[in-house]
């Protein structure tokens, strides 16, 4: 058989395994479509969060719990341990989120489009929130939404802090996110922070994306009393 054949027959197959053309129908059974959309129980929030904080971890995230009221200061503690005198916040993080960060002095830095690799490289970090977190693989979602801006806002600053709410941003697995995500918008997929390795293995973090990923779970409003 020669090349030219060879092509015109895996074209062919494509085609009739798509849309049923090529003289015939799709050769060989029909896929198998009874797997398990997730591994996880979906009607406990608590343990999806728990997950969530688990495999965050394992991918070395920092992840930190706190309500609603206690979000603002978080946010600053984390920037001032980081020794941050500015913060790119996206115009859709509420200005409560930063407000302990700028009375302390921290500066918010606006996020326009035209802003350069140059200029976000000088700030010190990032804080957004995000489309969705999927819990059995650790993984943040973001699409540019207001709270999250350009994809290069959170990819070339060196400290990210991601605000994930409990719980309704949390699904189990992939196949619960996918319907969940427009997939007009540009999605950034997250899984801890940016890292490569060479071929001995040895970790170097920070090579494509932030050096420090911390993520925040927020729980809602502090309890009363």
Do not use: K
């Not at 005198?85 to 606006?110: C, N």
């Not at 997939?183 to 940016?194: E, F, L, N």
């Amino acid at each position: 058989m020669t090349g030219a054949d060879s092509r015109s027959v895996v074209l062919a197959r494509i085609r009739r395994a798509l849309h049923g053309e090529g003289g015939g129908p799709p050769e060989g059974p029909a896929p198998a479509r009874d797997y398990l959309p997730a591994h996880t129980a979906e009607d406990d929030p608590a343990a999806l969060a728990d997950l969530l904080a688990e495999n965050l971890a394992d991918y070395r995230a920092l992840v930190h719990r706190c309500t609603a009221d206690g979000l603002p200061g978080l946010v600053a503690r984390l920037l001032t341990a980081r020794g941050a005198r500015t913060v790119l916040a996206p115009p859709g993080v509420p200005g409560d989120w930063l407000a302990a960060a700028t009375a302390a002095g921290i500066t918010r830095v606006p996020a326009p489009g035209a802003l350069t690799a140059r200029e976000l490289d000088a700030v010190d970090s990032v804080l957004t929130g995000c489309a969705l977190a999927i819990a059995e693989t650790g993984t943040l979602v973001l699409d540019g939404s207001p709270d999250q801006g350009l994809r290069r806002f959170t990819l070339v600053p060196d400290h990210h802090i991601c605000v994930v709410r409990l719980p309704e941003q949390v699904v189990a697995s992939v196949p619960r996110a996918l319907p969940r995500l427009d997939p007009a918008r540009p999605q950034t997929w997250i899984s801890g922070p940016s890292a490569t390795s060479d071929i001995e293995l040895d970790r170097v973090e920070g090579v494509h994306g932030p050096r420090t990923l911390e993520v925040v779970l927020l729980g809602g409003a502090a309890p009363p009393g």
